[in-house]
């Protein structure tokens, strides 16, 4: 039974959503397993253009089941109008399923998240505002209410009756806010419970029957690797770990079971929001970068940052992850450009180094050291075979793979799912 899970091995956007699709094709089971509307992935096939920022992306294919995991914090809100959406385009969602125990995102998440970035002026992390951070401080504070809790009404409204005599504590003694209504966010739950309450389930059976059939089984990470609380860039980071360790966790399927984990990589890279970001371009080359590949949050619509590839940040990710197998996307970006820079080590304080540090202050001080490599300067969006790539451009791809110390499986040269070149073997 192959279970795979796909990690964006950067700052998040590497197309995970495509790289995800495209593999749902022949999966039986696409499980999200973190993160919440805060991520957004775009997903272009025959049907047209999506924006998801909830649905898993096997919910194109027909056959595959769907699963929001325990990981995934949830605006009902938020997902109901994606449901509608994906409907109202002759998507069938029959198939999709949210765990029981997955955390909702409550309206004083959302209030708490903006009145704590403006508190923190100048700290301010660059959130996106949605609440994540706030769900998630509640799911391991044991304030928290999952998708299986409103589906008993009286019981629910006990529990947030508790909850909300704390919160609105907070919101009128510390932030001077008015308090929030009880009947109004209990009716209003109330109602998600009634929309969603089809969808909402234990999950576990599903994934044990699966895997007792030998089902393929795609595990969808959310944001990318530098943004895990633990090993990114602390504290610019999400609020869930993007990691393959927490594939498991936020699933359900057990550490065993995983048989492969693909890291996705843009062919450079890209940040939103503020944090180290040792490779960006303050100038026309990453303004350029920026125009081509439409680098704009799928979730917020900010301008991201753009930069060259960061093999330092890519090796230290593969290594946290345990990568079997690499996948290369936006490569066709990178079309025009005469030269080409990868970053190979950084230099900090005067001093050479091939590590990430761990202290952020650090980070924020490391200089890129770059390897100049030839651009190919033409179009490779319509090849599908590796060796029909200019030499150029597989020599670039070369120097990453031997870089980040991980086999390339898959490369992308265009935002459509056919336009993807296979290496290898995922699994």
């Not at 499980?31 to 992306?57: C, I, Q």
């Not at 009756?161 to 109330?190: H, M, R, W």
Request: with cysteine; net charge neutral.
């Amino acid at each position: 039974m192959p279970a795979i899970a796909i990690i964006g091995a950067q700052w998040g956007d590497e197309g995970k959503g495509k790289i995800v699709d495209r593999l749902s094709q022949k999966a039986d089971v696409v499980v999200r397993y973190s993160g919440g509307d805060n991520a957004g992935h775009t997903v272009v096939n025959k049907r047209g253009e999506f924006k998801l920022h909830l649905t898993p992306s096997g919910i194109f294919t027909p056959g595959t089941t769907s699963i929001l995991g325990n990981g995934v914090v949830i605006n009902p809100s938020v997902l109901i109008k994606e449901i509608e959406g994906l409907n109202s385009r002759g998507i069938d969602t029959s198939r999709l399923y949210i765990s029981d125990r997955a955390h909702l995102i409550m309206p004083y998440h959302v209030l708490f998240d903006g009145l704590e970035e403006e508190a923190k002026g100048d700290a301010a992390i660059g959130t996106t505002l949605k609440g994540i951070g706030p769900v998630y401080c509640d799911k391991v504070g044991r304030l928290g209410i999952r998708a299986g809790d409103i589906l008993d009404k009286a019981a629910f409204k006990k529990q947030l009756a508790g909850v909300l005599k704390y919160k609105n504590a907070l919101l009128t003694g510390v932030f001077g806010k008015p308090p929030l209504s009880l009947e109004d966010i209990y009716q209003e739950y109330c109602g998600y419970a009634d929309r969603l309450g089809k969808y909402i389930c234990d999950i576990i059976p599903i994934l044990e029957e699966a895997i007792k059939n030998n089902k393929v089984i795609l595990m969808e990470g959310a944001q990318g690797s530098m943004l895990d609380p633990d090993f990114g860039t602390y504290p610019f980071v999400t609020s869930s770990s993007p990691l393959s360790g927490n594939a498991c966790l936020g699933s359900g399927i057990n550490p065993s079971q995983l048989t492969a984990v693909i890291g996705i990589f843009k062919a450079y890279c890209s940040r939103v929001g503020a944090g180290p970001f040792p490779t960006e371009l303050k100038d026309a080359t990453g303004d350029l970068i920026r125009e081509t590949g439409h680098e704009y949050g799928t979730t917020t619509g900010r301008p991201r940052r753009c930069g060259w590839f960061d093999a330092v940040v890519s090796r230290f990710s593969t290594k946290i992850n345990g990568f079997t197998g690499a996948a290369i996307t936006r490569l066709d970006i990178l079309d025009t450009f005469p030269k080409l820079n990868i970053c190979t080590a950084y230099k900090l304080d005067g001093k050479v180094i091939d590590y990430v540090p761990g202290n952020t202050a650090a980070m924020f001080r490391c200089e890129p050291v770059y390897e100049e490599i030839d651009g190919w300067q033409c179009n490779v969006s319509d090849i599908r075979k590796y060796e029909d790539l200019p030499l150029a451009a597989r020599r670039y791809l070369s120097r990453i793979e031997e870089l980040i110390g991980c086999p390339i499986k898959l490369i992308s040269v265009g935002k459509h799912a056919d336009q993807t070149i296979e290496v290898g073997k995922l699994h």
